[in-house]
């Protein structure tokens, strides 16, 4: 019977991480909104790799990225503190512009100058 461990423990990862990151004090992490996008686990939980996004955009997401590598020990140590893992997996952050590129997306959609098609009257065929 497969278990789905590992999804498990991303998700738990993932919500701990974005916990943790509101309660940093370095000022390259909170001078901006940020947020964790993804997370990876290997199989072997050796390795964790967080997305992580800005809605200002990827140079402010590689500054906060900057900080995050600083404090990698203290968010990993307090990452085992929270999930009660034997072994925490080493953190890897990386920066992505996802939230910027989303918002770039709404704002061309909302637009868009899309005339509404009128309805037809089912009435009208009889």
Same mark, same amino acid.
Not at 68 to 94: D, N, T, W
Not at 101 to 111: E, L, P, R, T, V
């Given at each position: 019977?497969? *278990?789905?461990?590992?999804?498990?423990?991303?998700? @738990? #990862?993932?919500?701990?991480?974005?916990? /943790? =990151?509101?309660? %940093?004090?370095?000022?390259?992490? *909170?001078?901006? =909104? %940020?947020?964790?996008?993804?997370?990876?686990?290997?199989?072997? =939980? $050796?390795?964790?790799?967080?997305?992580?996004? *800005?809605?200002?955009? =990827?140079?402010?997401?590689?500054?906060?990225?900057?900080?995050?590598?600083?404090?990698?020990?203290?968010?990993?140590?307090?990452?085992?503190?929270?999930?009660? %893992?034997?072994? #925490?997996?080493?953190? /890897?952050?990386?920066?992505?512009? $996802?939230?910027?590129?989303?918002? $770039? /997306?709404?704002?061309?959609?909302? @637009? %868009?100058? /899309?005339?509404?098609?009128? +309805?037809?009257? +089912?009435?009208?065929?009889?």
């Amino acid at each position: 019977m497969p *278990t789905n461990k590992l999804g498990r423990i991303t998700e @738990d #990862v993932s919500r701990e991480l974005s916990a /943790i =990151l509101r309660e %940093l004090k370095d000022p390259r992490v *909170t001078g901006c =909104l %940020l947020s964790v996008v993804r997370v990876e686990v290997t199989n072997d =939980l $050796s390795y964790c790799t967080a997305y992580v996004s *800005t809605v200002e955009g =990827l140079e402010r997401s590689k500054q906060a990225v900057e900080g995050l590598k600083s404090a990698a020990g203290y968010v990993r140590r307090e990452l085992g503190h929270r999930l009660k %893992l034997r072994h #925490v997996p080493q953190l /890897i952050f990386k920066p992505t512009d $996802s939230i910027e590129y989303g918002a $770039s /997306i709404s704002k061309i959609i909302n @637009d %868009l100058d /899309i005339p509404e098609a009128p +309805e037809e009257d +089912e009435d009208a065929d009889l």
